[in-house]
Nanobody
Framework: QVLLVESGGGLVRAGESLRLSCKVSGRTFLRFVMGWFRQAPGREREIVAAIRSGGGTFHADSVKGRFTISRDNANNMVYLQMNNLKPEDTAVYYC?????????????????WGQGTQVTVSS
């Protein structure tokens, strides 16, 4: 059974930071891309960041310079460091793994998903 579990979400004020973590269990995923997505109420799920096993990354323009994705292949972990959070970052954040055609691919390129963790940023 493949299981992805996110943690680290919470309620913060604008300008503060959070670090999201995702633990993947069930098998080794060295060949897979790991990604972070988010979905705000009434909006579609969107790519936030993605990372290859070799370290190549993609960050959406809306978070570039503030968020940083990283992974620990030995422990099947993926992280999202979120600095200088803004109210518009408020959403449920999901981690996912898959083999998308590119790092900027939509959620259709991912095979396994976590249940999500809520991030709320107040002004």
């Amino acid at each position: 059974q493949v299981l992805l579990v996110e943690s680290g979400g919470g309620l913060v004020r604008a300008g503060e930071s959070l670090r999201l973590s995702c633990k993947v269990s069930g098998r080794t995923f060295l060949r897979f891309v790991m990604g972070w997505f988010r979905q705000a109420p009434g909006r579609e799920r969107e790519i936030v960041a993605a990372i290859r096993s070799g370290g190549g990354t993609f960050h959406a323009d809306s978070v570039k310079g503030r968020f940083t994705i990283s992974r620990d292949n030995a422990n099947n972990m993926v992280y999202l460091q979120m600095n200088n959070l803004k109210p518009e970052d408020t959403a449920v954040y999901y981690c996912a793994i898959g083999q998308p055609s590119s790092l900027s691919a939509t959620s259709r390129g991912y095979d396994y998903w976590g249940q999500g963790t809520q991030v709320t940023v107040s002004s």
